[in-house]
């Protein structure tokens, strides 16, 4: 398996524009997790999903973020519109079974809101 | 919401044994204790995870003391490959949430 794949790799875009990143998972992984790393905050998880449906999203920082899992094989995160303040290093991971199982982080998408 | 707290840095010469510890006092009573590993430009790594006393692997050991309000992980003769920064994560008693610990980074001396 490929691992947790992750797109684009880095995003820079202007403040008011929105932004769509995107993650497969592990395939067989029942739950799916979006985190997001500042220096400032440290790796902070946003929310997660267990077979495509979000179980907790009270890390989403406003309404300005949202997620979706269509199918077991694909995740967005959006946030729209973006602001300077959203730069940070969004991570997707997923794991086999309860969240507190091992989970496999993708590579990361760098995010720079100018 | 607790606090997952860890010693912001540590250094280390290749060879010795690495001890870093991960205060969480609001430990969720039915929660694991994870270790992540992270390199540059990298998504965190598992390394080992337990739930009391003590776990080991090829890699790493895991210490848990009864009340499970710490844990230490240990890891024997590092070396520069280890040089990385190493998380704990928890499930927070009161909030049910899980959570990072702030990190840990090694530097591993030649």
């Known amino acids: 398996d490929a691992g947790v794949i992750q797109s684009p790799r880095h995003e820079v875009t202007e403040m008011g524009q929105e932004v769509t990143l995107r993650c497969k998972p592990i395939?067989?992984?029942?739950?799916l997790f979006w985190y997001r790393q500042t220096m400032m905050r440290g790796l902070e998880l946003l929310i997660y999903?267990?077979?495509?449906?979000?179980?907790?999203d009270s890390g989403m920082p406003e309404d300005r973020f949202s997620a979706k899992m269509p199918n077991a094989s694909f995740s967005t995160l959006k946030i729209q519109p973006s602001e300077p303040r959203d730069s940070a290093v969004y991570f997707c991971?997923?794991?086999?079974?309860?969240?507190?199982?091992?989970?496999?982080f993708g590579p990361g998408t760098r995010l720079t809101v100018t | 919401l607790a606090k997952t707290t860890q010693p912001i840095s540590m250094d280390s010469y290749e060879g010795q044994e690495v001890n870093i510890t991960c205060s969480h006092n609001?430990?969720?009573?039915?929660?694991?204790i994870t270790w992540y590993q992270q390199f540059p430009s990298q998504g965190p790594r598992f390394i080992i995870q337990?739930?009391?006393t003590k776990v080991t692997n090829e890699v790493a050991s895991l210490f848990i003391p009864a009340d499970r309000k710490s844990s230490t992980l240990s890891l024997p003769r590092v070396s520069l490959s280890d040089t990385a920064v190493y998380y704990c994560?928890?499930?927070?008693?009161?909030?049910?949430?899980?959570?990072f610990g702030t990190g840990t980074r090694l530097q591993v001396f030649p």
């Open positions: 337990g739930y009391k």
């Open positions: 994560l928890v499930g927070d008693r009161g909030t049910d949430k899980l959570i």
């Open positions: 609001n430990i969720a009573t039915n929660d694991y």
């Open positions: 395939s067989g992984h029942d739950y």
């Open positions: 991971a997923s794991s086999l079974g309860a969240p507190s199982d091992e989970q496999y």
């Open positions: 999903f267990n077979n495509n449906v979000p179980i907790d």
